[in-house]
C-alpha cells in the first residue's frame, strides 16, 4: 500500500551565482512499513528533500501525499497538525525539549493535542527504548544515544505513518548507533511504520529495505540494502 | 588578528544582532540613571537659582556687631560678609516718606551680591549717610529721580534728607504691600538713631562660607566663639537645602528618601543590565564550550567575557550618557520656555556631571560585575558538551516542567520564566524595580502639590482694594480697564457683613459677590450642591468651615437695611482664594457666603466693589502696570491700595514648574525604562530560545501554541514583578509619605491608585507589545529557518 509519494519535487536557494538547485524533479514513493535510505554528499540536498516531505519547508514546484493526502494543498495549522499526527521526527542532535523529562518529551506530541496519553502505550514504548528506570530523567541527565532513544520514542507516539529521521546516529557512539538503527527497524518491521532516513553511513543502509542517493539535486535509487 | 581577544571585534562584525539587545540594555540602564540624575541635579539647580532669587546666596546670618563682624570675616572658611539690617519692615513703626510708610534697610555693598533681587538697576550704592538708593514705587509714585533730594519723617518726628543716588527694583514683599523702600549704607543706617547704645549697632552679619566647607560646623564654631544664642543666628534654610548642608530634622529625612531614591535607580539599571548580560551568555555557552575545546584556559574565557562587555560599555555607555543628557536638555529648554524670566540661569546646554559620573559608573562597573557570573558559567562548559551538540540542547533546565495543572503550551511557557532560579530573579526584579521606583517617586508628586502651592486660575497680578473692605470701587471699573493695553482679565468683589437668623440663632455673615467668571472658577471647589441657582440669584453659596452652623440645604434669613429676606444654601466650596472670614469689627471668623452681583445690589444697595483684581498678559510690563494704577487713583482717589503679585505668582509658578516638569519627568522615564525592560527581556528570552521553539515547530507545535507559552513566560514574569514590586514599593510609597507628607501636613496615607493603574497599564501594554512582536517573527519565518537559527 503506497503511504509516501513524491512528484517532481523542484528547489532552488538563492539567486544569480549563489543560485544553489537542491532538489531538481525529485520522484518516488514508499509503501507501508517499508525503510528506506538516503544517502548522499554533504549539500547535496538531501536535508531538503527530508524537509520538504515532512511539509517543514515548501517546495518550488511538486507535489507530496501523504497517505493521499497533498502536504502543500494544507494551510500552515492545518499542516502543523497533520505533521504532528501523521509523521514523526528524529534529528541529528535530538532536539529534545530540556524543560521536559523523558515521560513528557515522549508525550509531548499528544500533549499538544490537548489529549490524554494513552498509558500502555507509553509503558510499552518506555520499554522498548529501554528507559523505564529514566522517566523522571531531564534530558540534560541522559547521555546522547538515550537522547536518541527519547526522540524516537517522540516520534512513535502518536503511530505515525511516516518517521523521518536526519542523520539519527550521527553524534553517537556505534553502540548507541546500532540500538537506534534497532529502534528504527523495530518502527518499520513490528508498527509498520515507514521509515526514511537520512545517513552518511553506508554501513547503515544494510537494515534498509530501499536505498535512495541524492547526486546534486536528484534522486536515484540504489536498489536494497538487505 | 595578533591575539586571541582579538576575536571580540571579529565576532562582533557578524553578530551584531545577537549583542544589539545586550547593547541597548546598557544603553536603557546608563540613559535611566543619567536622566535620573542629571534631572535631580537640574532642579537642584534650578530651585537653588529660585532660591537665591527670592531668600538671597547667603548662607549664615548673625546678629552681631562690627567687631565681631571683623572676626567672622577672618576665618578661613569665610568667603564673603555683608552686614544688614531693617527698620520698619512690617510698615507699622510710622517712619514715613510723603506719608507712605517706608521699610529701611541698611546694608554694605556687598549684601547685592548675595541678593540679586536688591539689584541697583540704575545709579550707585549710597557713598555718605545722607546718600540713599530707593525702590521703583518711591520713583515712580513720587515721580522723583536720581540726584533729587527725599525727606524722611521718623516716629519721633524727626526729618531725615537723603539724595537719591540709584535705584532698585521692588522687591516681591514690597511690590505686594505697595511699599516704600529705601536702602542706605551701613553708616548711614545707624546714622538714623544719633542715640544709639551699642546693642543698636548691631546688625545681621550675612556670611558666604567657601565650598566645600562644612557649613553646620562652621556656623556651631562661630556661634561658641561669639558666645551668640540661638535668637542670634538665623540660617538660610532653602540654600543650605539644596546645597546639602542642612540639619534640620524634617531636610535630614528628605535627604534620606532621596538617597534611597538613588539606590534604587542605581540597583533597577543593575538589574536591567545583569539580566541581560546573563540572559547573552547563557544562549553563547556553546561557543564559549568550543573554546575550551580549542585550548582556552577557564582564565581566558573569564578574560574574553569581561573584554567583550567592555567593548559595548565603549558604545553603549556614551549612547546611553548622550541619550540622557538630551533629554535633560530638552526639559531645560522646557523650563526656560514656560518660565523665561525666572530659568535664564538655567543652562541650556547644562552638563550635568553628577548625572554624567553616575551613568558611566553604572554602565561600566555595573558590566564588570554583572560579567562576573556569566564569565565564570560560561568557562565552566566542558569541552565536550560543546562539541557533542549537548551544550546547545541542554541548558539551564533543573527540574521538569509542570504539565498536570496547566496545558503543556502554557506550563512550559512558565516553567521558561522560572527554570532557571537567576534568570527568573534577575528578570521579575527588573520588573519589580520599573514598579518599585514608579511606586516610590510618586510620593514626591504629593509632596510638590503639598509644598508647592500651586497658583489657581483666579489669582491676580495685581489688585486694588479699599483697606477698610468698604465698596468703593466703581464697578464701572471693570468694563472700563478692560480695554487697558496688557490686561487680559477683570473682575471685582462686593463685601458686606449682614446679619442673618440661621435658624433660632442670630449670626453675622460674611458676604461677597461673584461674577461669571468667579462662578466658572469656584466650580473647581464646589463639593456640595450646584452654582445655577447661585448664578441665577435665588441661593447663597457657603464656604465650608468645620463647624458651621449652616449647610446644604440650610435656610437663612437675611436681615438688611433693604428688608428682611429668606434665602437657601444651594451649594458648598471648600474653600476661597482669600481671607475674608473674620468680622472686620469683632475679628471672630464668621460664616462666609457668597451669591450672585444682583443679589448682593439687592440685600445692599451697594453695586460698587472693595476688590478690583487685575490678570494681565504675559507681555505686560510695568508701564501698563502704572497706567492702570493711575486710571484705578483716579477713579477712587489715594485711599484705595494697590498690591502687586505679579513677582510673587512667577515665583509660585516657576517653583511649581520646574518640580512638575523634574517630577513627571522622572515618572515618564521610569515608566518608559519598564516598557523598554519588559521588551527587551521578552525579546532577548525568545531569541535565545529559537531553536528549541523551532523543535517544537517541527514536532507539531501550531504557532497559536507557541504565542501561548511565549504569553505564559511574559505573564509570568509580569506577575511575579508585579506582586515582589508591589509588596515593597507600597510599604515604600507609605513610607515615603509618612515620613514627607504626613509628618509636615498631616494627610493620611492612601492607596496609590492612579500611580498603580498607570504603572500596571504600562506594563500591560508593554507585555502586549512583547510577546507579540516575536510570535509575528516567527509565524513569518519557516521551521526549517526557525530550527536552523
Known sequence: MEILKAENLSKTYGTGEARVEALKDVSFSMARGEFAAVVGASGSGKSTLLNCIGGLDTADSGRVFLNGKDIFDMGEDERTIFRRQSIGFVFQSFHLIPELNVEQNIIFPILLDYKKPDKDRVEEILEVLGLENRRRHLPGQLSGGQQQRVAIGRAMITRPILVLADEPTGNLDSQSSRDVMDLLCKAARHYQQTVLMITHNMNLTQSADRVFQVVDGRLGELGGGR | ?789
Open chain 2, 1 to 789: 588578528m595578533k591575539h586571541y581577544l582579538d576575536l571580540i571585534s571579529i565576532s562582533a562584525k557578524h553578530h551584531k544582532a545577537q549583542t544589539r539587545m545586550t547593547r541597548f540594555c546598557i544603553v536603557l540602564a546608563v540613559f535611566l540613571v543619567t536622566v535620573i540624575f542629571g534631572m535631580a541635579d537640574m532642579e537642584m539647580r534650578s530651585q537653588l537659582v529660585q532660591a537665591v532669587r527670592t531668600d538671597g546666596s547667603w548662607h549664615a546670618g548673625f546678629l552681631v556687631n562690627e567687631e565681631q563682624e571683623a572676626l567672622i570675616g577672618a576665618r578661613p572658611e569665610v568667603k564673603q560678609t555683608a552686614r544688614y539690617e531693617s527698620l520698619n519692615y512690617r510698615l507699622k513703626d510710622h517712619y514715613q516718606i510723603e506719608g507712605e510708610e517706608t521699610v529701611i534697610c541698611g546694608f554694605d555693598r556687598e549684601f547685592l551680591d548675595m541678593y540679586p533681587d536688591v539689584d541697583i538697576v540704575e545709579g550707585t550704592f549710597p557713598q555718605s549717610e545722607d546718600e540713599a538708593v530707593v525702590n521703583e514705587n518711591i520713583i515712580n509714585r513720587l515721580e522723583l529721580e536720581i540726584g533729587e533730594m527725599i525727606s524722611l519723617k521718623t516716629p519721633q518726628g524727626a526729618q531725615i534728607d537723603f539724595r537719591i543716588t540709584g535705584i532698585t527694583k521692588n522687591t516681591a514683599l514690597m511690590a505686594e504691600h505697595d511699599a516704600f523702600g529705601i536702602f542706605l549704607s551701613m553708616d548711614g543706617f545707624f546714622a538714623l538713631n544719633p542715640e544709639s547704645t551699642e546693642a543698636d549697632q548691631e546688625a545681621v552679619c550675612f556670611v558666604i562660607f567657601r565650598p566645600y566647607c562644612n557649613i553646620q560646623k562652621a556656623i556651631g564654631e562661630i556661634s561658641s566663639q561669639l558666645g551668640l544664642g540661638e535668637e542670634q543666628v538665623r540660617q538660610n534654610a532653602k540654600v543650605l537645602m539644596l546645597l546639602f548642608q542642612s540639619r534640620d530634622t524634617y531636610l535630614m529625612r528628605f535627604y534620606f528618601v532621596a538617597g534611597v531614591l538613588a539606590v534604587l535607580v542605581v540597583a533597577a539599571g543593575v538589574f536591567m543590565i545583569a539580566a541581560s548580560m546573563n540572559s547573552n551568555i547563557a544562549r553563547r555557552t556553546e561557543f564559549f564550550g568550543m573554546m575550551r575545546c580549542l585550548g582556552a584556559v577557564r582564565k581566558q574565557i573569564v578574560r574574553f567575557v569581561r573584554r567583550e562587555a567592555l567593548s559595548w560599555c565603549k558604545t553603549a555607555v556614551p549612547a546611553g550618557l548622550l541619550a540622557g543628557t538630551v533629554v535633560v536638555w530638552l526639559l531645560c529648554k522646557m523650563l526656560r520656555f514656560l518660565s523665561p524670566g525666572l530659568f535664564e540661569g538655567l543652562p541650556v546646554f547644562g552638563i550635568s556631571y553628577i548625572g554624567l559620573a553616575a551613568g558611566t559608573v553604572v554602565g561600566v562597573i555595573t558590566v564588570l560585575l554583572a560579567a562576573r557570573s556569566p564569565a565564570k558559567q560560561a568557562a565552566g562548559v566542558s569541552p565536550l558538551a560543546a562539541v557533542s551538540g549537548n551544550a546547545r540542547t541542554v541548558q539551564a533546565a533543573k527540574r521538569a516542567a509542570d504539565t498536570r495543572f496547566f496545558k503543556v503550551d502554557a506550563a512550559l511557557g512558565i516553567h521558561h520564566a522560572m527554570g532557571s532560579r537567576r534568570n527568573f530573579f534577575l528578570v521579575t526584579g527588573s520588573f519589580a524595580f520599573s514598579i518599585i521606583l514608579f511606586l516610590s517617586f510618586s510620593t514626591a508628586v504629593d509632596f510638590m502639590h503639598h509644598a508647592i502651592t500651586p497658583l489657581r486660575p483666579s489669582a491676580p497680578d495685581i489688585y486694588a482694594y479699599s483697606e477698610d473692605t468698604s465698596n468703593k470701587i466703581p464697578s464701572r471699573l471693570v468694563d472700563e480697564l478692560k480695554n487697558y493695553p496688557g490686561v487680559k482679565r477683570v473682575f471685582g468683589r462686593s463685601y458686606g457683613e449682614l446679619s442673618a437668623f440661621a435658624g433660632e440663632k442670630e449670626i453675622t455673615l460674611t458676604v461677597l459677590s461673584y461674577d461669571e467668571q468667579q462662578f466658572s472658577w469656584a466650580e473647581k471647589s464646589l463639593i456640595e450642591g450646584s452654582l445655577s441657582e447661585v448664578i441665577s440669584g435665588k441661593g447663597l453659596l457657603l464656604v465650608y468651615r468645620s463647624g458651621s452652623l449652616l449647610k446644604m440645604g440650610s435656610s437663612v434669613t437675611l436681615l438688611p437695611q433693604t428688608g428682611r429676606q429668606q434665602v437657601s444654601v444651594s451649594g458648598v466650596l471648600s474653600d476661597v482664594p482669600y481671607n475674608y472670614g473674620t468680622s472686620k469689627n469683632t475679628g471672630i471668623e464668621e460664616e462666609m457666603v457668597i451669591c450672585s452681583e444682583e443679589m448682593f445690589e439687592k440685600l445692599t444697595g451697594e453695586q460698587d466693589y472693595a476688590v478690583l483684581d487685575m490678570q494681565l498678559q504675559p507681555d505686560a510690563g510695568d508701564a501698563q502696570v502704572q497706567q492702570l494704577r493711575r486710571a484705578v487713583e483716579q477713579a477712587c482717589g489715594r485711599e484705595i491700595s494697590f498690591s502687586d503679585k505679579r513677582i510673587g505668582n512667577r515665583e509660585a509658578k516657576g517653583a511649581g514648574y520646574s518640580m512638575a516638569v523634574f517630577l513627571y519627568g522622572f515618572l515618564v522615564v521610569i515608566a518608559m525604562i519598564g516598557f523598554f525592560n519588559i521588551m527587551n527581556c521578552i525579546a532577548m528570552s525568545v531569541s535565545a530560545r529559537m531553536r528549541e521553539y523551532g523543535a517544537m515547530r517541527a514536532v507539531g507545535m501550531e504557532v497559536r501554541q507557541l504565542a501561548r507559552m511565549i504569553w505564559g513566560e511574559t505573564l509570568t514574569y509580569t506577575v511575579c514583578g508585579t506582586v515582589f514590586g508591589c509588596a515593597v514599593g507600597l510599604p515604600l510609597n507609605r513610607a515615603f509619605f509618612r515620613s514627607l507628607v504626613t509628618s509636615r501636613w498631616g494627610d493620611a496615607w492612601t492607596l496609590p491608585g492612579w500611580e498603580f493603574l498607570v504603572i500596571v497599564a504600562v506594563m500591560s501594554v508593554s507585555v502586549c507589545l512583547a510577546a507579540a512582536g516575536p510570535v509575528r517573527r516567527i509565524r513569518q519565518m519557516t521551521v526549517v529557518e526557525t530550527i536552523g537559527r
